[in-house]
């Protein structure tokens, strides 16, 4: 009885894993079809009130770079803090679990938060609020990551670092830090991958200008916003310049994840 049983939930989990991927499959072909027929070089050279994205593109970077300036010393900073100073007290435990819930938490509440103490006294959206909002969605990522990786050195390791003399700081710069460098780095090149593709938190925070910009302090171009926008008007040429950055920006999120994968790779060999 025990063998027809597997049977039959080795045959389910294979079906649901194979339906999976058709699903996956069909989305990546469609999306790869519509994407590179609406590809050509009058959108990388104009912007959007032009029927192109150059503004969306540098925008959608632009947000996302100022994301990881705020997000990434505060985050490793917590990290730090957690493994290295905290000596498991309520209070790194309590952060821990904050992180994680904050980890699961839809983007669309992360963009009305920041909406509700940003945009709504300034009295209109403006970039930094949208490079907040996807801050906040990576420091949770950043904190867990940091946390995870400073767990996995030895606590040898440190010991003989203080056991030279070295101050605390410079153990965990120079010998903690030093030994765990790429699984940081590759959960940095995740957590990018994960807001660069975000769309829910910038809809009330940065909204979308078809003008190129580097002013912060007004709206501000984005690249997802934009597909939001386009992939409902009536015209064929706005849709198809969706479908266009629609596949640009999966094709930059998969690069991203692809080389995190390989960094993690060669991290085990």
């Known amino acids: 009885m025990r063998l027809i049983i597997n049977k039959i939930v080795l045959l389910l989990s294979t079906l649901a894993a194979i339906l999976g991927l ?30 192109g994205l150059r503004n969306l593109l540098v925008g959608q970077f632009v947000l996302a ?23 498991g007290n309520k209070y790194a435990e309590f952060i821990r679990n904050l992180s994680d819930v904050m980890m699961s938490a839809p983007s669309i509440v992360i963009g009305t938060f920041v909406y509700a103490i940003i945009v709504s006294p300034v009295g209109h959206m403006n970039g930094w609020a949208g490079a907040i909002a996807l801050a906040i969605m990576m420091i949770p990522i950043v904190v867990r990551t940091t946390d995870d990786m400073l767990g996995l050195v030895p606590k040898e390791l440190r010991e003989a670092g203080v056991a030279i003399g070295a101050p605390k700081y410079k153990v965990i710069f120079d010998i903690v830090i030093k030994a765990t460098k790429v ?22 925070t940065s909204g979308n200008s078809e003008y190129f910009t580097l002013n912060l302090n007004h709206e501000f171009p984005s690249l997802t916003v934009a597909i939001y926008t386009l992939a409902t008007m009536p015209d064929k040429s706005l849709v198809d310049i969706a479908w266009a950055g629609a596949f640009l920006l999966t094709l930059f999120v998969l690069i991203i994840n692809l080389l995190g994968r390989f960094v993690i790779k060669e991290k085990k060999k």
């Not at 730090?80 to 000596?87: A, G």
């Not at 699984?183 to 809809?203: C, D, K, S, W």
């Open 183 to 204: 699984g940081i780095m590759t959960g940095l090149l995740l957590a990018f991958a994960r807001i660069v593709g975000e769309t829910a938190p910038l809809l009330f």
């Open 65 to 87: 770079f100022i994301a990881v300036i705020i997000g990434v010393p505060i985050g490793m900073v917590a990290g730090i803090y957690l493994q290295e100073y905290s000596f």
């Open 22 to 51: 058709v699903f996956l499959f069909w989305i990546l072909i469609t999306l790869t079809i519509k994407g590179i027929s609406a590809i050509n070089l009058h959108i990388f050279t104009n912007d959007l009130v032009n029927n």
